[in-house]
């Protein structure tokens, strides 16, 4: 009599393709990590853009830049809230971004008299780090736009 084999497959089949499929996920995970910092970080220049277009056409209208201690903008430095330029709303932008991709409240700050502004992200980490002018090539890092013009920003592969 002729034994009747089974289809299947053997256990060497499995784990060699479980093998694969684990290989395969150790290379995308740490790309995708990153490409969602990076996203983040795209996404916070963006609305920083928008903020500063806005700031710049209230200038217009106003010969200065918004103050950042009249009613409705924060103390010069420190972090917007929830009532934060309320001024540009809705006749400059509809809705002004407060927060960063990662979800920490953007910093504004005017000069004296009105002359110039800075909007800050704290990157990844939330918390000031050190200014070193050009590009980062950290997700914790700042990113910096004062009156119009990024002065710290990312560029190129991102740790």
Known sequence: MKKKQDSGFTLIELLIVIAIIGILAAIAIPNLLSAVQRGKQ???????????????????????YPSATCSGYTATGTAVGDTSFAALTPT????????DGWGHYLVFS?????????????????????????????????????????????????R
């Not at 795209?42 to 217009?60: C, F, G, P, Q, W």
């Not at 800075?118 to 910096?144: E, Q």
Request: glycine share 10%; proline share 2%.
């Open 42 to 64: 795209k996404r916070t220049m963006a609305d920083m853009r928008s903020l500063a277009t806005a700031i710049e056409a209230y200038a217009v209208d106003h010969d200065a």
């Open 92 to 99: 400059y932008i509809s809705r002004s971004p407060k927060t």
């Open 110 to 158: 005017r000069a004296a008299g009105g002359s110039a502004y800075n909007i800050r992200s704290y990157g990844k980490k939330g918390t000031a780090g050190t200014l070193t002018c050009g590009t980062t090539t950290n997700f914790n890092d700042d990113i910096l736009l004062s009156n119009g013009a990024f002065l710290q920003w990312p560029e190129g592969t991102q």
